[in-house]
């Protein structure tokens, strides 16, 4: 089952970063780093041709409130998002477990500093033990060593090998990861 998630009144601090809903007023720095090519690709997108194509996902972000904008605290800037996602059924979890699968995004210019993992792992925290979810999946495709080392860094465990159909046309081969609630019976 898809936990329910409403990102609108959240804001998580850790560190360097600020985990907070979308605006408007992002759109600059969305398309920043959503407009060089290479990050998308990783993630099963397209870099983004104009800032009419920002502008579009963007009010879909704040539509649909399950994704995070990371703000970097040292320059204000939106260096990245974070979104919770609907399950991936074929992850073959338990029906009446709720969660939701992590997916996340960092600007080229901020890469191997850790502020992903650092991100990942508060929004664990507050996944777990503030909205009480019983679990949380992430994955990467085969060819994306950089995510998998998130993934390995933040302690999820291997759960599956899985072919993702992406809007890019292409079925990518990769890893699926789960997570359980430490506070919850499975
Ligand atoms: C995956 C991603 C979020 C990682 O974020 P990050 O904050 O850079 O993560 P880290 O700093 O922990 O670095 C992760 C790994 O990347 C590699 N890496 C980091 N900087 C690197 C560099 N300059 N050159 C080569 N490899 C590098 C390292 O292997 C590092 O792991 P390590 O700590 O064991 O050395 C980021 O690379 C990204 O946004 N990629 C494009 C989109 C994407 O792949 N999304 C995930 C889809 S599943």
């Not at 850790?14 to 600059?28: F, G, N, P, Q, S």
């Not at 099963?44 to 994704?67: A, M």
């Not at 979890?93 to 992590?102: A, D, M, N, P, S």
């Amino acid at each position: 089952m898809n936990a329910p998630i409403d990102v609108t009144d959240i804001r998580i601090e850790t560190d360097r970063l600020i985990l907070r809903a979308w605006k408007e007023t992002d759109l600059h720095d969305f398309y920043e780093y959503a407009s060089i090519e290479g990050v998308g690709e990783k993630a099963g997108w397209n870099h983004h041709q104009s800032p009419e194509e920002s502008e579009r996902i963007l009010s879909s972000f704040i539509r649909h409130k399950k994704t995070f904008a990371l703000e970097l605290k040292e320059n204000g800037k939106v260096i990245g998002s974070l979104g919770l996602e609907p399950r991936d059924e074929d992850a073959g979890l338990k029906e009446h477990l709720q969660g939701r699968e992590v997916g996340y995004v960092l600007s080229k210019d901020y890469w191997g500093r850790g502020l992903m993992p650092e991100a990942v792992q508060a929004v664990i925290r507050y996944c777990f033990d503030v909205l009480n979810f019983d679990y949380l999946t992430c994955g990467h495709f085969d060819h994306n060593d950089r995510s998998r080392r998130v993934v390995e860094k933040c302690g999820f465990t291997y759960l599956k090998d899985v072919v993702t159909p992406t809007v890019r046309g292409i079925d990518e081969p990769g890893k699926m990861y789960v997570m359980y609630n430490p506070h919850k019976e499975k």
